[in-house]
């Protein structure tokens, strides 16, 4: 082909749509539809003793009030428990509607349906729950000392305990010259999405089918486990993921209450009926993630290589594991980072607290891990005195390592190791790109200014395109058209333009002839869903497997017609030509006919195929016993083990030296995904994961107070950065191939958002002068430090700050 | 995140609005920008049973600037006096101070007087209005009366403003001639309410300080000023060391904690504020 399409910085097609105000989102869905609005719990740990609605019964406009009561079968059930795990002795889940106890405020337990939302919300005012309150478990350290339970039969609060060990670490720690203990803390956030979660049924009792829209990441996903639910055979649900105005994680868990309460509803009434969550249901009634207590014992030589790594970490699941847990498994794998741990051993205990349930949000564990093991380094190379990055590169794996296996089991129960990665070229890029070695000249001048200044540094390594599988289904109509889909969903990561440049790449076709469509279980009923930094490694590579399927059978049918070897032909442009002689030809629609031979000619092209055209061979049938008729193709990708991006970020931030707010002067990015299809959407992906790692680190938390209560239920007190708090982005790339897939790619969706607390953290600590052991960290909490550490309550770092070209003493300015 | 129903109510006049809220009594809220009231209907933590809709009142949307004062109407959007030169001509603080009332499209939208009738703590023009000795003109049963600000603000989102009055303009007298002022606030974000936010005015008067007044946002209950004329009198401007100011401002204002900043951690802000505000505001003064 003249141009190749894969790896070109090709514009987002899906964006001329969604940035008109043209995007199909759930809400611009269903305008027939009745509303449900929901009763939530307002107390975070109580037992429903009485649910009075008669006050609500005379609301006009109301067509119906559900609790637990009215659910039959397993629609009264509680919802599956998605991911076992032989650790997650004591998993729990939530019923649809609250069963006689509720676990966290928000918890549904009433289910209205009226004419619209407004009628719904005045209805759900009127009714009265009497709760008999139990002590509300909020906060790690409540939930670790276990006084109070969240779920009775649950001891200690513990839903998981899971221990893995590489090597002796006792004996390796005691072997260490020297040890360092850290106590480590992250705080909770959320995916927050743009637009919330969203369900619309429609019921066609005629036919005894459901249709369901969910603004979901998984519609196969949500389409079994809504069946199972309904106890409807699978044939007779469809689910459709219209498009999603993100997901980060929070749409991955499923299915949600309502995603069972809505279908089950519009059958019942045999109408239309749509729920689309409001912000505060958002914040109470989703999910959260991030919250980790950690503890990091290190024994390390006088060089800085790690030897011994002990962590302990607890895990805030929330009321609830519907997720299992995957996050915590995460976290305690890859901590790791691209460093060799020497014997690891690491021990986790996710707790149960009466607040929102804990699912993954976008990094999923991975910022709490790097925090811990970037924290751990930055300890390593203060105590040794040696440069931050020199610390990291004794301890690098290397390339001629690779594969590297930790001896550890991965999220997907695979062996956690990795396949590619060149960490020393990556760290070098990033020195490069930041001015690593000039920084201590960059201090003085500030400091002569009377500013203060701190540089800052992480690494991570993220496991990306787990299993099990995804599938690709393309089929070129007699236009020429291409028709492509998987089933996988898009929140808005430009799917339709990256599987696009796949299939105009393996296909020879223009781009503008690609069609995509994403997460429709009537297009393609085979898929898991869009998680884990796996669409373009999954679908992509399965679409790219179904592309290859399709060119051969074109250039089959091609070199039949046109009397040459198929291995003479070239696809350019959606037309098949002789290489070399390319005033032999025929148009890829052309063999689109030429495969489905015809009975009806239904348009001139369709003459071609019809048994009177032209010399059908008598003796064999129109179609031969091992072809299909179309020119369409169909294949899975299923790898054997994830694929490892890594990536390595560095900042400069400025903190006030009064007010202590902390500006990010400089954000640097180095990058490696393995071959990018498309270096724009990569580099997009890589913007909105600091923006949300920015926002983790400096501004989000979840305010609970000692009741339970989320103080900060709204986008006023929930401070997610505005574009004026995410700095400018630097970025450079590698591309290690990844030997594990036919494209060589590896996932980038989540890649930003991992270090950035590390980075930040980092950062502060070399401008301040003492260590950051918490995040996210505000103005008022870094001042309050400087105050403690003035008072001789908080230690100073040992080492001189940043200072790689001129090492000076300047312990005195503390 | 829907609003309990409510009546409608889309006077034409302010003597009809003044008719209906006069009727609706207690159970009435005023609709300009809707900024402020919107969110707190559509979360149903207030549920007025008739919303009085000023918006199509004649003669609202007016600024007057005069020798003496700039004169807002209750229907002027923020933006709209943030743009106005005249007013940015006659008292450069309007402008200063707007910059930071929240964002462009809810500037865009709510109302400069709707902000003071609002008395929000943290919000920037009541202080901007106690700073300037400012005035705010209501309409009742009985007819106009003029509020002078100390006995506007009662306390946080509380006034002296009747059920049946509408406050139809506010006046921000024009201060001395030689006065440079300044507004510097501080948010966890741009541009939300802010952790802390002062107004600075330093009048200067034959090379000497004649005038000193501080205004504060988010510190106090309700709008105050802090007058140090007689701590800066007969000073000259640029010999002034205005990080002298700290005791008074940390006596000056009384913050609280909350989720975004502790009360120290205010105080502290307010007094760096001040120091930068009047260094700034005494540089601009001639």
């Known amino acids: ?814 | 995140m829907k609003p309990a129903p409510f009546v409608h109510h889309a006077p034409r006049s302010v003597d009809e609005a003044v008719a209906v809220l006069g009727e609706v009594g207690h159970d009435g809220k005023v609709l300009a920008g809707g900024q402020s009231l919107v969110p707190i209907l559509n979360m149903r933590l207030a549920s007025p049973g008739h919303l009085v809709d000023i918006n199509q009142v004649a003669g609202l949307d007016t600024v007057v600037v005069d020798d003496a004062t700039v004169r807002v109407g209750a229907l002027v959007r923020h933006t709209g006096l943030e743009r106005h030169e005249g007013a940015y001509a006659a008292l450069p603080l309007l402008r200063q101070a707007l910059a930071h009332v929240a964002h462009p499209v809810i500037r865009n939208r709510g109302t400069t007087v709707g902000s003071i009738a609002h008395a929000d703590a943290a919000g920037e023009m009541p202080t901007i209005l106690a700073m300037c000795d400012g005035v705010v003109e209501a309409v009742g049963p009985a007819g106009p009366r003029e509020i002078p600000w100390a006995d506007f603000f009662l306390g946080p989102l509380e006034t002296s403003l009747a059920e049946d009055e509408l406050a139809t303009g506010v006046r921000f007298p024009r201060f001395a001639r030689g006065t440079g002022t300044a507004f510097l606030e501080r948010a966890r974000r741009h541009g939300d309410y802010a952790l802390a936010g002062v107004g600075a005015a330093v009048t200067v008067t034959g090379g000497v300080v004649s005038g000193v007044r501080l205004g504060f946002v988010s510190v106090t209950d309700v709008p105050s000023v802090l007058d140090l004329t007689d701590a800066y009198a007969g000073q000259e401007p640029s010999a002034v060391d205005w990080a002298s100011s700290a005791d008074a401002v940390a006596d000056a204002v009384s913050p609280e904690d909350d989720i975004h900043a502790t009360a120290a951690y205010r105080r502290m802000l307010a007094v760096e504020l001040a120091r930068l505000a009047l260094t700034e505001a005494a540089g601009r003064a001639a």
């Open chain 1, 1 to 814: 082909m003249t141009t190749s399409m894969f790896g070109a910085p090709v514009a987002r097609r899906e964006d001329p749509r969604l940035v008109t105000g043209n995007g199909r989102f759930l809400d611009d869905l269903g305008h027939d539809a009745l509303a449900a609005a929901f009763v939530r719990s307002p107390h975070a740990h109580a037992r429903i003793v009485d649910i009075d609605v008669t006050d609500a019964l005379d609301v006009d406009g109301l067509v119906g009030i559900w609790t637990h009561e009215d659910l039959p079968g397993r629609v009264g059930e509680p919802l599956p428990l998605l991911i076992p795990h032989p650790t997650l002795t004591h998993g729990r889940t939530a019923y649809a509607l609250a069963k006689d106890e509720v676990n966290h405020v928000g918890e549904p337990i009433v289910l209205v349906i009226a004419r619209d939302r407004y009628v719904a919300e005045d209805v759900a005012q009127l009714i009265r729950v009497e709760y008999d309150f139990l002590t509300p478990v909020v906060g790690i350290e409540m939930a670790r000392d276990a006084t109070d339970l969240v779920h009775d039969d649950v001891p200690d609060n513990v839903s998981a305990h899971m221990f893995q060990e590489v090597g002796d670490v006792d004996a390796a720690m005691a072997a260490a010259p020297r040890t360092l203990e850290l106590d480590l803390s992250i705080e909770r956030s959320a995916c927050m999405p743009m637009e919330g979660k969203g369900v619309y049924a429609r019921w066609d009792d005629e036919n005894g089918e459901l249709r369901l829209y969910s603004s979901t990441q998984t519609s196969t996903g949500v389409r079994a486990a809504v069946a199972a639910k309904l106890d409807l055979p699978l044939a007779k649900v469809e689910c459709i993921a219209p498009d999603v105005g993100g997901g980060f994680g929070v749409k991955i868990n499923h299915p949600w209450p309502e995603e069972v309460l809505i279908p089950w509803a519009a059958r019942l009434l045999d109408q239309p009926v749509k729920w689309v969550e409001d912000r505060r249901e958002h914040f109470t009634s989703s999910a959260h993630e991030r919250g980790q207590l950690q503890t990091v014992k290190v024994g390390f030589d006088d060089e800085g290589r790690i030897l011994a790594l002990d962590v302990k970490l607890w895990h805030d699941n929330g009321a609830y594991t519907p997720y299992g847990i995957i996050v915590p498994i995460i976290t305690s794998t890859q901590l790791l980072g691209p460093y060799k741990p020497g014997a690891y051993r690491v021990e986790f205990w996710s707790l149960y607290t009466n607040t929102v349930l804990v699912t993954p949000y976008r990094g999923a564990g991975r910022p709490q891990g790097c925090f811990a093991m970037e924290r751990t380094v930055d300890a390593i190379a203060d105590e040794l005195g040696l440069d931050r990055t020199e610390v990291r590169s004794r301890n690098f794996i290397l390339p001629s390592e690779m594969p590297y296996d930790h001896g550890l089991l991965f999220q997907d129960g695979r062996p956690l190791r990795y396949d590619s990665g060149d960490f020393p070229a990556s760290l070098d890029k990033l020195k490069a790109l930041v001015g690593w070695d000039d920084f201590a000249a960059y201090r003085a001048e500030a400091e002569a200014a009377g500013r203060k200044v701190g540089l800052g540094i992480g690494c991570y390594v993220e496991g990306t395109g787990v299993g099990p599988y995804e599938g690709g289904h393309i089929q070129v109509e007699t236009s020429g058209r291409v028709n492509v889909s998987t089933g996988l969903t898009s929140q808005g990561q430009g799917h339709e333009t990256v599987f696009a440049q796949i299939v105009a790449n393996e296909l020879g076709v223009p781009i503008e002839d690609v069609h995509v469509t994403t997460g429709d279980t009537r297009r393609m009923p085979y898929a898991v869903g869009t998680f884990a930094s796996r669409a373009a490694v999954m679908s992509g590579n399965a679409i790219a497997l179904a592309a290859r399927t399709v060119r051969a059978k074109a250039l089959r049918i091609a070199a039949d017609a046109l009397e040459v070897s198929a291995d003479d032909l070239e696809i350019v442009d959606g037309d098949i030509r002789v290489k070399g002689a390319p005033g032999t030809h025929m148009s890829l629609g052309t063999v689109s006919v030429m495969s489905n031979p015809l009975r009806y000619a239904f348009d001139e092209a369709a003459k071609a195929a019809t048994q009177f055209a032209g010399s059908n061979d008598p003796s064999k049938p129109p179609v031969a016993d091992d072809d299909e008729p179309g020119l369409e193709g169909k294949d899975f990708y299923s790898p054997t083990q994830a694929t490892f991006a890594n990536g390595m970020h560095a900042a400069i931030v400025e903190t006030d030296p009064v007010t202590a707010e902390i500006r990010i002067l400089r954000y640097c990015v180095v990058h490696d995904c393995g071959p990018m299809i498309n270096p724009m959407i990569v580099e997009g992906q890589v913007h909105g994961g600091v923006a949300q790692g920015v926002g983790g680190a400096l501004y989000e938390r979840m305010v609970y107070d000692e009741s339970g209560q989320l103080l900060n239920a709204s986008f006023m007190d929930f401070l997610m950065p505005y574009a004026s708090e995410v700095p400018v982005i630097e970025t450079d790339h590698l591309e290690t191939p990844s030997p594990l897939n036919p494209l060589g790619i590896k996932g980038a969706g989540e890649a930003g958002c991992i270090p950035v607390s590390a980075v930040i953290a980092s950062a502060i600590e070399d401008a301040e002068g003492f260590p950051i052991r918490s995040m996210p960290i505000s103005p008022v909490e870094l001042w309050e430090l400087r105050q403690r550490h003035a008072a001789g309550d908080w230690p100073s770092l040992r080492r001189p700050r940043h200072t790689s070209s001129s090492p000076t003493d300047t312990q005195e300015d503390r």
